[in-house]
């Protein structure tokens, strides 16, 4: 936990409400972000994703497993997170485990659905390649590097990010004349199929401090939040996850209010980090 004094928690407060936060920013506008691709040679895909002090590194890889029974047309995505223990000294002992499944489960809702994958953001069809026997399992590890705030969005930025610098080897499938026979793969080491992430969305969460929500907050004005709602938003404005976090409860028209306030700022959030991937790919 952040240790404030009385004063700077109601320097805090007070500045919010004026809408002029303690780093100058206004209440709707992001810390500056920075972006590498192909951080991690060994990954099919990985980034680096900076948001003011805040550190993220998601790696992607791509084994070839089977589709699961109930959904024999779709590959699968998994999500991991851990806490390096000097990201931040709450991460110090069992801290990190716990905060590590909370984000995990927090992704899994506004990038998969839920555990099941059903409703998932990421295009889970794209990752078959012949229906119920041969599909892409896609691992997808989060790393906190640096915590000062806003870890969820952060973490969806650079899994966003990581997935646009994936490469899927390109499979040759040899179909044997029984379809109860396993089919024979070919998996080529120079042809790679990039990943679409037009539909990949961003998290928006939305802090509220007082009477006012912000965005990107830092670790000092999480401290003073008496709930938070995490809005899963592609490029379309089409919302594929909602998750929230801490006690008090809201009012749903305050929920739908938030909700359009992370549309309106999801498109500005997208823009600048296509601008940065773009970016990234060209330093490589």
Same mark, same amino acid.
């Given at each position: 936990?952040?240790?404030?004094?009385?004063?700077?928690?109601?320097?805090?407060?007070?500045?919010?409400?004026?809408?002029?936060?303690?780093?100058?920013?206004?209440?709707?506008?992001?810390?500056?972000?920075?972006?590498?691709?192909?951080?991690?040679?060994?990954?099919?895909?990985?980034?680096?994703?900076?948001?003011?002090?805040?550190?993220?590194?998601?790696?992607?890889?791509?084994?070839?497993?089977?589709?699961?029974?109930?959904?024999?047309?779709?590959?699968?995505?998994?999500?991991?997170?851990?806490?390096?223990?000097?990201?931040?000294?709450?991460?110090?002992?069992?801290?990190?485990?716990?905060?590590? %499944?909370?984000?995990?489960?927090?992704?899994?809702?506004?990038?998969?659905?839920?555990?099941?994958?059903?409703?998932?953001?990421?295009?889970?069809?794209?990752?078959?390649?012949?229906?119920?026997?041969?599909?892409?399992?896609?691992?997808?590890?989060?790393?906190?590097?640096?915590?000062?705030?806003?870890?969820?969005?952060?973490?969806?930025?650079?899994?966003?990010?990581?997935?646009?610098?994936?490469?899927?080897?390109?499979?040759?499938?040899?179909?044997?004349?029984?379809?109860?026979?396993?089919?024979? =793969?070919?998996?080529?080491?120079?042809?790679?199929?990039?990943?679409?992430?037009?539909?990949?969305?961003?998290? =928006?969460?939305?802090?509220?401090?007082?009477?006012?929500?912000?965005?990107?907050?830092?670790?000092?004005?999480?401290?003073?939040?008496?709930?938070?709602?995490?809005?899963?938003?592609?490029?379309?404005?089409?919302?594929?996850?909602?998750?929230?976090?801490?006690?008090?409860?809201?009012?749903?028209?305050?929920?739908?209010?938030?909700?359009?306030? %992370?549309?309106?700022?999801?498109?500005?959030?997208?823009?600048?980090?296509?601008?940065?991937?773009?970016?990234?790919?060209?330093?490589?």
């Amino acid at each position: 936990m952040v240790g404030l004094s009385e004063g700077e928690k109601h320097f805090i407060r007070g500045g919010i409400a004026q809408d002029l936060r303690t780093d100058g920013r206004r209440r709707l506008q992001f810390r500056a972000i920075s972006v590498e691709t192909g951080v991690i040679p060994q990954a099919n895909g990985s980034a680096r994703v900076r948001l003011g002090a805040t550190e993220v590194i998601a790696t992607v890889k791509a084994e070839l497993g089977k589709p699961s029974i109930l959904h024999p047309d779709k590959g699968k995505v998994s999500i991991f997170v851990d806490c390096s223990p000097t990201a931040a000294p709450m991460f110090e002992g069992r801290g990190s485990e716990e905060f590590s %499944a909370e984000l995990c489960v927090a992704l899994q809702r506004c990038l998969l659905g839920g555990k099941s994958g059903a409703g998932a953001a990421i295009d889970l069809s794209s990752l078959i390649v012949v229906d119920g026997k041969v599909c892409w399992d896609l691992y997808i590890d989060g790393l906190v590097v640096s915590s000062d705030g806003n870890l969820l969005d952060a973490l969806a930025a650079a899994i966003k990010v990581a997935l646009s610098d994936t490469g899927i080897p390109k499979v040759n499938v040899s179909l044997s004349a029984t379809t109860d026979e396993e089919p024979e =793969v070919n998996v080529s080491d120079e042809e790679f199929l990039q990943f679409d992430t037009s539909s990949v969305p961003v998290i =928006v969460t939305l802090t509220k401090v007082g009477k006012h929500y912000i965005v990107d907050a830092t670790s000092e004005e999480e401290s003073q939040m008496s709930s938070a709602v995490s809005v899963s938003v592609n490029r379309h404005g089409q919302i594929r996850g909602l998750t929230k976090r801490g006690g008090a409860g809201l009012d749903p028209s305050v929920i739908f209010d938030m909700i359009s306030v %992370a549309k309106h700022v999801s498109r500005q959030f997208i823009s600048v980090l296509d601008s940065e991937i773009l970016a990234a790919e060209a330093a490589e």
